[in-house]
């Protein structure tokens, strides 16, 4: 992949290494081939270290301790542990005082360092140690191993491939491609749970034989074999009963703290402000909690009800924040071969657009900010939770018998003649609802998991061979079966879009621009203590996020926090039906794709006709279609390079 990018990587953190069990030379040349690939993602300092068994490679942004001490491969005192790291570990300074009574000498003031020695007194229990987002490869000289790990949510990537007693490993998928002896082949079961998902589930990616390592897991590759440990896991059983005000306080105490741990910085900090209640919150407290005025980015759109500038504008006018906010249009979206490259696999959620943007906005002006990611996860915020909350109550009031004998006649001798009133929709919407588990119901709708069967070619149904993309999600639900079905839906989050999509996306985008992400609602604190909360506190007369929105009352004007929630989604399908129109032809329909032979065309021409012509809404669908074809060009045809245009495919 170094060629013909180069001049055009991107801009992030980032670690990778070969390790051989063999005692093979490891190959410096390759090591900084891998390494460079992801230049720009840290555009301040390189490393190599090149040993025996085990070659470390980093690229370094620099946030904590700007000096050369921080400098990376870093090793313990003997040279017998190496390490190189991506992420800050925000309880750094405590464990550093903890070690130093235990005899520990520090070289630097680096948060990386206190790994290394937490890993000399503890062994892998130093992960269950460190708050933060990471990805951390470990070479253990003495015992001949590689240990590599990931978050507890996975903020941090970290991918790798194992074959023929060779472990390759990157934060970027595109270096550990370098770094594998042969290009790997697509894998057609992740291609089809892209589809179905927006994204590519882990532990899986696009290529056979490159898998990511699972969040709250570390893994040791050794000798005796490979090994996975999960360290961490989020338990919705023991609940806690508090009045009103006790949980408000609690949650209002962890969240200050988890604020404050995400202000340790040697250089400037903002947040991103969409004047929701996540982010509003986030930002009243760092007012509150900082010395400096803040500075907030804000992203609209030219369409509404896209367009929440106004919201941001009061949140950042009641905290006078130096704030900075700029409208998106439809020829943003002529960079997205440049996104298809920095994700360097299939992505099809919309939003890492604006996220790009508002990220490489802020670059401007700071290096690290503060978002609001991860109170709908924890505090119930999103409609598929709510959903199953209301359903719930269907299922109380409205008895089966009824549903039989009355609603379900009814409905059925009615036939489409209703479906204009929005009662009759949603009372069909819960009699489908009911009829099957909680599992069975819960999907990403976003995707294309409910039209495969006309989707796809026959050649594509050969080779997938009766593969179910859905498993991804239940297997999380049959992992806590004995909970309610708001508590499994929120696990299921926690364990699947939040990691694979919502945290890829801003990770990717934010580092793209050499910006560092944190979020304060994705401290293991707040999340723990969510957990514990009753489903019903948190979905209190039908209100999502309930203890939030009570919660931000205190900080926040009342009309932002009351309004219908829009998330931060694009008009990608009023865009198809006029500026990006031509792409849906030039693109998805051009005689290249046709060529792949995965698709009924004939279907994706009804659907683009459904959608252009108002009568079906299909965005989600086409745009998983449209960045497909273009990741095939630029990474399996190799003649689409990230600075393309759109333009020039039509």
């Given amino acids: 992949f170094t060629q013909p990018y180069i001049g055009k990587q991107i801009k992030m953190c980032g670690i990778c290494g070969i390790y051989k069990k063999s005692s093979s030379k490891i190959s410096e040349e390759k090591i900084t081939k891998m390494r460079d690939i992801m230049s720009s993602r840290g555009p301040d300092d390189a490393g190599v270290y090149i040993a025996e068994h085990v070659g470390l490679g980093h690229r370094r942004l620099s946030i904590i301790d700007l000096s050369e001490a921080g400098h990376q491969p870093m090793a313990n005192e003997d040279g017998t542990i190496w390490m190189v790291f991506n992420g800050e570990i925000y309880n750094f300074l405590r464990l550093r005082t903890r070690l130093e009574s235990l005899g520990h000498i520090f070289k630097s003031r680096t948060d990386c360092e206190v790994i290394i020695h937490g890993y000399e007194e503890w062994g892998e229990r130093i992960f269950e140690e460190i708050f933060g987002m990471f990805a951390i490869a470990l070479w253990d000289e003495k015992r001949h191993a590689l240990i590599l790990a990931r978050d507890r949510v996975g903020k941090k990537p970290l991918f790798y491939s194992e074959s023929n007693g060779t472990v390759t490993f990157a934060s970027d998928i595109k270096s550990v491609v370098e770094g594998m002896e042969t290009r790997p082949e697509i894998d057609y079961k992740a291609m089809d ?55 408000l306080s609690s949650i209002n105490e962890l969240l200050q703290e988890a604020v404050k741990d995400r202000l340790v910085s040697d250089v400037p900090l903002g947040a991103f402000l969409s004047g929701g209640v996540d982010s509003s919150l986030i930002v009243a407290l760092m007012s509150r909690l900082s010395n400096e005025r803040v500075n907030t980015f804000s992203v609209g759109f030219d369409y509404q009800p896209y367009n929440e ?32 490259w920095n994700y360097g696999e299939p992505f099809a959620d919309s939003s890492s657009i604006p996220s790009y943007y508002i990220s490489k906005a802020a670059r401007e002006f700071v290096k690290v900010a503060l978002v609001g990611d991860g109170g709908d996860e924890s505090f119930a915020g999103y409609h598929r939770t709510t959903t199953v909350y209301t359903a719930s109550l269907y299922n109380k009031l409205i008895p089966q018998f009824l549903s039989n004998f009355i609603i379900s006649p009814f409905l059925k001798l009615a036939g489409n003649t209703l479906d204009g009133f929005y009662l009759i929709n949603r009372i069909k919407f819960y009699e489908n609802y009911r009829r099957d588990t ?34 991804v999600y239940e297997d999380f639900f049959d992992m806590l079966n004995d909970v309610d079905d708001i508590d499994r839906a929120l696990f299921v989050d926690i364990n699947t879009i939040l990691p694979d999509d919502y945290q890829v996306k801003m990770d990717v985008a934010s ?140």
């Fill in 193 to 247: 749970a892209f589809l179905a998902h927006i994204c590519v589930p882990h532990p899986f990616t696009i290529f056979k034989n490159v898998r990511k390592v699972p969040p709250a897991h570390y893994m040791i590759f050794d000798k005796h074999g490979t090994r996975g440990k999960q360290y961490w896991f989020l338990d919705f059983h023991d609940k806690i009963s508090m009045k009103e005000e006790e949980y």
């Fill in 309 to 340: 500038l106004d919201y941001a504008k009061k949140v950042s006018d009641m905290y006078n924040t130096n704030h900075h906010q700029f409208v998106l249009t439809a020829d943003y979206v002529n960079s997205i071969p440049q996104l298809v």
């Fill in 438 to 471: 909680v599992k069975v119901r819960y999907k990403n709708t976003m995707g294309c998991i409910d039209i495969r069967e006309k989707l796809y070619s026959d050649r594509l149904k050969a080779i997938l061979n009766g593969y179910n993309p859905a498993h």
């Fill in 511 to 650: 580092m793209s621009n050499s910006l560092e992400v944190r979020a304060p609602f994705l401290d293991h604190r707040i999340m723990e203590f969510a957990a514990k909360i009753p489903p019903f506190v948190k979905l209190k007369r039908r209100t999502s996020k309930y203890l939030l929105k009570k919660l931000a009352e205190q900080y926040i004007p009342k009309e932002n926090i009351y309004r219908p929630k829009w998330g931060f989604g694009i008009p990608i399908g009023l865009w198809f039906r006029k500026e990006l129109k031509p792409y849906l032809y030039s693109v998805i329909l051009s005689e290249r794709a046709i060529t792949r032979g995965y698709f009924n065309y004939e279907y994706i021409k009804y659907l683009i006709h459904e959608h252009l012509a108002g009568s079906g809404c299909h965005e989600h669908k086409l745009w998983s279609l449209l960045w497909l074809e273009l990741w095939h060009r630029m990474f399996i045809d190799r003649d689409l390079n990230p600075g393309d245009s759109l333009t020039v495919l039509k």
